[in-house]
């Protein structure tokens, strides 16, 4: 009974995700034992403002990287967005809902463009967004001249602003989101082949998946999230700054792999990437709060993404002298049987 | 004189060599035999330092040597000539010659290229290589490229060098000009350990040939009054005639025709049918074109022209999703590493990857119970050994990774069948094993099947049928092999002809 106890309990241990909830709450009591100013409700509300935000950047990368590609472009597409929301709304006249329709259009077509370009000619996804992102950031400036577009209305804010049960509306619907893209990858048809042509294309290919479809779609799905995010971001900000999601190309690769997306693609951790985006803000956050010199945040940060990503693979290393012992000891038992 | 004693390398899941004893002496050209998977490349890799074995020594002139890394065994004067031709194209042939030690030509900070072509030139000349030291190596020919391969194992002062199917890429005539310069390499008391799957150049070349089967080793023979079948025997460990599995009720009925299939630079005008529930067999050595023919009629690769007639219909495949979803044609790879399975995926996974469409509810979600229920029912029409249906592919041994490749296309529930090699890399147990199951997919399901193999004992066991491919033509059919029990040593000599 104890022993099936502690088996379970390794078991549990052993997943991907369970690690970074430790860091969590690890790190959580560190900084709610040295400033008094992390564990009060104003602050874990901003705190959870931000995870959302963030949850909508990495999965926007994790779509792509799920099919073996990457995203560099997807701060720009968000960027574009928030240009095209507060255009539309600003110089346009255009009602907000309908903005928001806009833009939302605007980040699945810049998505639709990337994907289109790396199947058609068969380019490494690198590149590809290498360059829409030049493409997409000279958008930004050229519409918008470097102005910010604050005449948002109030109502605009709602979402970005407000909250229920004290958990802000943009936490809820990022964990909407996560449990959404959960259902789809395991249940859905569409999910299960575009994970499979992450795992390996060629065996996708040569099983009937169309993997052109399914990188194409899983970029417009990056684009679509990513103008999610700058739209949350409008919405969080009450303005929208033609800079918007200049820093987030580096922030969602950090969610998605600490979060457990795995590069090389196949894999999707809903809950893996949920804390990771937790864990990314609090030590923004809580780093604050311990009034540690801001400056050097980002080296902090990786630091944390290097040991995040040096986690998987010791864990990797681990498990195949483990495989190869059992292997052996098999061999072995298995030896003696015929003798 | 190099000694293996006791030699044993386990991989996940298979053991590779098992306590292997040989020894190679200079001066001697000894040829190393066996199938597909019987462990000749792993041993080669342990000679060479690439591998380290899980137990056994390995002695040189009696010394005990170890080595940890491929520059170990260079030190101990051993080098290999690799199957694959790896040559720098955009370097000259000097500097391939001497790239592995290319930082002992240094003048001071600068390469001293002078020496450099000087020192290439003596190993050129050692196996009559005319070329220029600082000729392109980008142009050359197969055969050139090899030889500059061997002039690179010389220079390092080899006394024994291992060739790896050295022929395989090379044409007849070069060929012969290749053999001529092994014997030179004898002359001057350099042991060579030549791996080649050709029986008739293992007996005119060589002095001694010994064997794998299975990881194990079966035995040395000299080459003087060896015959084809004893090497044959040895290689498979039975005589070559294989147990009749009968007669197949085959139908007259044509399920797929193959009309003037053509792809520039490759095919002429194929031509070819298969009838309803027979097993046509596709023979041929590797690179005669079975699987780009195949991949071509699923619509994997494209082809220029022709016509493709399924169950009397005209039809156009342009993908393996269509050949899939609309005709029912499943491919079964050759390549099940790379083009079969998702490695770090489940067998649940792997398995039902071609039948989640065929699964859904109202609301188009997956049916989980359902899935496991088709897959579980395939482990055990397979006898696929894994410890759950949620253990990673991968993890699983290489028989029956094959099975699992095997029964997604069964899961599939397809009518055509192409498999290609089902059973490369795969062991004695696991093919008796598939080889029933092909066979009962024809007998009972009426399953029309392509089977692609380069193994005849098992081609002729298992095909009512054989189609005889050579340089991209069919160029012969045996088509008297639906009976009772069959002629295995009239029917090997028949595809002999044809490919002369």
Same mark, same amino acid.
Request: with cysteine.
């Given at each position: 009974m104890a022993g099936d106890l502690r088996k379970r309990l390794k078991k549990l241990l052993g997943r991907y995700e369970v690690t970074t909830i430790l860091a969590v709450l690890l790190l959580g009591c560190i900084f709610s034992l040295f400033s008094s100013s992390f564990l009060t409700s104003y602050n874990l509300f901003n705190l959870g403002r931000t995870a959302a935000i963030y949850i909508f950047i990495s999965i926007a990368q994790a779509l792509v990287i799920i099919v073996g590609g990457m995203?560099?472009?997807?701060?720009?597409?968000?960027?574009?967005?928030?240009?095209?929301?507060?255009?539309?709304?600003?110089?346009?006249?255009?009602?907000?809902?309908?903005?928001?329709?806009?833009?939302?259009?605007?980040?699945?077509?810049?998505?639709l463009l990337n994907g289109i370009v790396i199947?058609? $000619?068969?380019?490494?996804? $690198?590149?590809?967004?290498?360059?829409?992102? $030049?493409? $997409?950031?000279?958008?930004?400036?050229?519409?918008?001249?470097?102005y910010p577009y604050d005449q948002i209305p109030p109502s605009f804010t709602l979402i970005g602003r407000g909250g229920l049960f004290s958990v802000p509306y943009v936490l809820w619907l990022a964990i909407l989101a996560l449990a959404i893209l959960g259902y789809v990858f395991k249940y859905t048809v569409v999910g299960r082949r575009v994970l499979a042509t992450g795992g390996n294309i060629e065996v996708a290919k040569m099983s009937g998946i169309n993997t052109n479809k399914t990188i194409i779609l899983a970029n417009v799905g990056s684009g679509l999230f990513a103008a999610l995010a700058g739209i949350l971001w409008i919405s969080r900000t009450g303005s929208a700054q033609p800079s918007t999601g200049a820093d987030w190309m580096l922030i969602s690769f950090a969610v998605a792999v600490i979060g457990g997306t795995v590069l090389k693609g196949g894999v999707f951790n809903p809950i893996g990437m949920f804390f990771a985006s937790l864990l990314i803000v609090m030590v923004k956050n809580g780093l604050v709060m311990l009034n540690a010199n801001v400056y050097f945040e980002q080296a902090y940060l990786g630091v944390i993404l290097l040991l995040a990503v040096s986690l998987e693979s010791i864990r990797f290393l681990l498990n195949r002298k483990k495989m190869k012992r059992h292997l052996k000891e098999q061999q072995l038992i298995e030896g003696k049987g015929k003798e | 004189m190099l000694e293996l004693k006791d030699i044993s390398k386990i991989f996940p899941g298979v053991k590779a060599l098992d306590s292997v004893s040989l020894s190679f002496l200079p001066g001697e050209i000894h040829a190393l035999m066996g199938e597909n998977g019987a462990g000749k490349s792993t041993l080669m890799k342990i000679i060479t330092g690439i591998y380290q074995p899980d137990s056994g020594e390995i002695f040189y002139d009696g010394r005990k040597i170890e080595m940890r890394s491929f520059r170990d065994a260079v030190e101990h004067d051993i080098n290999m000539v690799s199957q694959?031709?790896? #040559?720098?194209?955009?370097?000259?042939?000097?500097?391939?010659?001497?790239?592995?030690?290319?930082?002992?030509?240094?003048?001071?900070?600068?390469?001293?290229?002078?020496r450099i072509n000087e020192t290439a030139q003596i190993y050129m000349d050692l196996i009559g290589l005319d070329l220029s030291p600082t000729d392109k190596v980008e142009n050359l020919s197969a055969a050139y490229k090899q030889l500059i391969q061997i002039a690179k194992a010389? &220079?390092?002062?080899?006394?024994?060098?291992?060739?790896d199917e050295p022929t395989s890429s090379l044409t007849t005539f070069e060929t012969v000009r290749?053999?001529?310069?092994?014997?030179?390499?004898?002359?001057?008391?350099?042991? #060579?350990?030549?791996?080649?799957?050709?029986?008739?150049?293992?007996?005119?070349?060589c002095d001694k040939v010994s064997v794998l089967r299975d990881g194990k080793y079966v035995g040395s023979r000299t080459c003087e009054n060896l015959q084809r079948q004893d090497i044959v025997k040895m290689m498979i460990g039975r005589e070559e005639n294989l147990e009749s599995l009968g007669a197949l009720p085959v139908k007259e009925e044509k399920v797929l025709e193959v009309r003037d299939h053509t792809t520039y630079g490759q095919f002429n005008k194929l031509n070819f049918y298969l009838k309803k529930g027979e097993i046509l067999g596709f023979y041929g050595l590797v690179g005669s074109g079975r699987t780009e023919l195949l991949r071509q009629i699923i619509g994997a690769d494209k082809k220029d022209g022709g016509e493709?007639?399924?169950?009397?219909?005209?039809?156009?495949?342009?993908? #393996?999703?269509?050949?899939?979803? &609309?005709?029912?044609?499943?491919?079964?790879?050759?390549?099940?590493?790379?083009?079969?399975?998702?490695?770090?995926?489940?067998?649940?996974?792997?398995?039902?990857i071609t039948i989640w469409k065929k699964i859904l509810n109202k609301v188009r979600k997956i049916k989980t119970s359902e899935e496991s229920e088709i897959v579980e029912k395939m482990i055990q029409k397979m006898a696929i050994k894994t410890p759950t249906d949620k253990t990673k592919v991968g993890t699983l041994s290489g028989g029956n990774q094959q099975k699992v490749s095997i029964a997604k296309w069964l899961a599939a529930d397809c009518d055509i069948l192409m498999i290609d090699e089902p059973t490369v890399g795969v062991d004695v147990g696991a093919k008796v094993h598939i080889h029933e199951l092909i066979w009962n997919l024809a007998l009972k399901e009426e399953k029309s099947i392509i089977l692609v193999s380069s193994d005849m004992p098992e081609l002729i066991k298992l095909a009512t049928r054989i189609l005889v491919f050579k340089d991209w033509k069919i160029v012969g059919e045996l088509d008297y092999l639906n009976v009772e029990s069959k002629d295995y040593s009239r029917i090997s000599s028949h595809i002999g002809e044809y490919l002369t």
């Open positions: 995203n560099l472009s997807l701060g720009f597409i968000g960027g574009l967005t928030v240009v095209a929301v507060g255009y539309s709304i600003q110089e346009a006249g255009i009602p907000p809902m309908l903005a928001v329709l806009i833009g939302l259009c605007v980040g699945m077509i810049a998505g199947t058609a $000619f068969r380019l490494n996804s $690198f590149v590809v967004t290498l360059a829409t992102s $030049f493409i $997409f950031t000279g958008l930004i400036n050229g519409i918008s001249q470097g | 694959e031709i790896q #040559v720098i194209p955009e370097s000259t042939v000097a500097e391939n010659i001497v790239l592995d030690r290319i930082d002992k030509f240094k003048n001071t900070w600068k390469l001293d290229w002078n010389l &220079s390092s002062n080899a006394k024994y060098i291992i060739l290749f053999i001529e310069i092994i014997k030179e390499l004898k002359k001057k008391g350099v042991g #060579v350990i030549f791996i080649s799957h050709k029986i008739e150049e293992v007996l005119s070349l493709l007639i399924i169950n009397g219909k005209k039809a156009i495949i342009r993908s #393996v999703e269509e050949a899939l979803e &609309s005709y029912g044609i499943g491919y079964v790879t050759e390549n099940r590493k790379e083009e079969g399975l998702v490695l770090d995926f489940s067998v649940t996974t792997n398995v039902g």
